[in-house]
T-cell receptor, first 112, second 109 residues
Framework: NAGVTQTPKFRVLKTGQSMTLLCAQD?????MYWYRQDPGMGLRLIHY???????AKGEVPDGYNVSRLKKQNFLLGLESAAPSQTSVYFC???????????FGPGTRLTVT | AQRVTQPEKLLSVFKGAPVELKCNYS??????LFWYVQYSRQRLQLLLR??SRESIKGFTADLNKGETSFHLKKPFAQEEDSAMYYC???????????FGAGTRLAVHP
């Protein structure tokens, strides 16, 4: 039982490049979330999903897209990376009937 | 607007001293309140929730609805308590968490 995993752990992009971050969970959780963590700002919600095939915008969705084609996976895409997207990205998941969110280890992304 | 304020970015204490990490929130409705912790090189994890009124690793947190505060306390800090602590109310649609900016607790020997 790996819990929540994130791929890759680290990545450096040039401005304008695209990439996809993968979040996978093996706990059969319905809800999944993508956050970004910036110094002095805590974690901010980018997008979330309440089930396979559904996604919704969070607090800071601009510049990101997401997809939830399979229940266990939640993908975060950057179509044209900008330096402002340099951050640590965390994925989380939980069951609808439980409160606790389970977090992945994070992906450190640097955009130059 | 929903907002969480953790006024201290850094709290530095010596081992054995009491600690209090402050959290004030502005939130419509009646949110659940949580403290999450992130130890060095580890993932974010739940420390405690107000509804269970539990003590975890010696930490307790009291919800004061009148002052809209949820401060985290421990009477005797240990070096292994050094970490980032986030206050997080949860509520609204699909129970989204709102995180404070976090307080780094540094416990010195």
């Amino acid at each position: 039982n790996a819990g929540v995993t994130q791929t890759p752990k680290f990545r450096v992009l040039k401005t304008g490049q695209s990439m996809t971050l993968l979040c996978a969970q093996d706990m059969n959780h319905e809800y999944m979330y993508w956050y970004r963590q910036d110094p002095g700002m805590g974690l901010r919600l980018i997008h979330y999903s309440v089930g396979e095939g559904t996604t919704a915008k969070g607090e800071v969705p601009d510049g990101y897209n997401v997809s939830r084609l399979k229940k266990q996976n939640f993908l975060l895409g950057l179509e044209s990376a900008a330096p402002s997207q340099t951050s640590v990205y965390f994925c989380a998941s939980r069951r609808p009937d439980q409160i606790e969110q389970y977090f992945g280890p994070g992906t450190r992304l640097t955009v130059t | 607007a929903q907002r969480v304020t953790q006024p201290e970015k850094l709290l530095s204490v010596f081992k054995g001293a009491p600690v209090e990490l402050k959290c004030n929130y502005s939130y419509s409705g009646s949110p659940e309140l949580f403290w999450y912790v992130q130890y060095s090189r580890q993932r974010l994890q739940l420390l405690l929730r107000h509804i269970s009124r539990e003590s975890i690793k010696g930490f307790t947190a009291d919800l004061n609805k009148g002052e809209t505060s949820f401060h985290l306390k421990k009477p005797f800090a240990q070096e292994e308590d050094s970490a980032m602590y986030y206050c997080a109310p949860q509520g609204g649609g699909y129970n989204k968490l709102i995180f404070g900016a976090g307080t780094r607790l540094a416990v010195h020997p």
